[in-house]
């Protein structure tokens, strides 16, 4: 590319329309493809490759370990800001539904209770296996609020990121900043001015209905302390709360402003995002050679 433009200059040097001509024509070379984001389906396969390839390396060391989905509960859903999904609120409220088959799914757990069925000193040696043992090296990372952050390069779920990702320590690196990522936007989101007075007017959305709320949080928090609440009141309420969150305006200020900080912080931390996306996309086709061969 450099050669080529040091001649169409030199030829603009000498006939101006010979040089402009000559521009005209140059074909760019091909840039490098810009790594994308990954949708749920592609996590998935991420995530069940490094199952198999952490079943793989405990049973090795003479322990199972069973493959579970990344998303055993497809339709539990986070709302950080207000629950804004009428159609989800209608269904399961505030997910106390949701809650009781996570509980389930943790109780019948088959790794949990294949731990729970070892002698002390087989669930030691089964975590040293896991985990890596404490006397292995450590790899070191600095997380967005300037915490450093640790882990042991050993084990088989060290094994697995690295027969998946390739460089371990960069992995560990650009997930530690970037999945810090999500918890530092919401802070900036709701500690706006502009989310603040929404909030204000959902409030007095919910108070004229008979539900004195101040905040979505204040109503989650209510629900989660006292069980005692009927399901009908629980979807009553979720519904409401997101009738509000639409007449306000609440759910469109906390789109917006959630989407404007996510973009500042990925631009912050372009680095970062762009060699976690980099690595993830290149560990793909590993990935499904992996979930295909088991």
Not at 169 to 192: C, H, I, K, N, Q
Request: proline share 4%.
């Amino acid at each position: 590319m450099r050669r080529h433009r040091r001649a169409v200059i030199a030829a603009a040097a000498i006939v101006t329309v010979v040089g402009a001509v000559g521009l005209a024509n140059a074909r760019p070379e091909p840039s490098t493809p810009r790594p994308h984001a990954l949708g749920e389906a592609q996590k998935d396969t991420l995530h069940e490759a490094e199952e198999v390839l952490t079943r793989a390396c405990m049973a090795s060391h003479g322990f199972k370990t069973w493959v579970v989905p990344r998303r055993p509960l497809p339709d539990d859903r986070d709302f950080p800001y207000v629950v804004d999904d009428l159609r989800w609120a209608s269904r399961h409220g505030y997910g106390s539904d949701l809650s009781a088959q996570r509980e389930k799914l943790r109780t019948s757990d088959p790794n949990r209770r294949y731990f729970a069925g070892l002698t002390s000193s087989e669930q030691k040696r089964a975590l040293d296996a896991l985990h890596g043992r404490k006397s292995a090296r450590h790899i070191t990372a600095r997380d967005p609020a300037g915490m450093t952050v640790g882990r042991v390069d050993d084990g088989c779920t060290a094994q697995a990121q690295r027969e998946l990702y390739g460089d371990l320590e960069t992995w560990f690196r650009v997930t530690t900043v970037t999945d810090a990522l999500a918890a530092l936007r919401s802070r900036m989101t709701a500690g706006d001015a502009e989310f603040t007075k929404s909030v204000e007017d959902w409030s007095t959305c919910m108070r004229a209905r008979g539900f004195p709320y101040a905040t979505p949080q204040e109503t989650r928090a209510a629900f989660n302390a006292d069980r005692g609440i009927s399901r009908e009141r629980e979807i009553r309420t979720a519904v409401t709360e997101a009738r509000c969150a639409a007449s306000t305006g609440l759910s469109r200020t906390a789109h917006r402003l959630d989407e404007r900080y996510g973009k500042q912080l990925r631009q912050r931390y372009e680095e970062e995002v762009r060699t976690r996306l980099t690595l993830e996309n290149e560990a793909l086709a590993r990935a499904r050679t992996i979930v295909r061969s088991q």
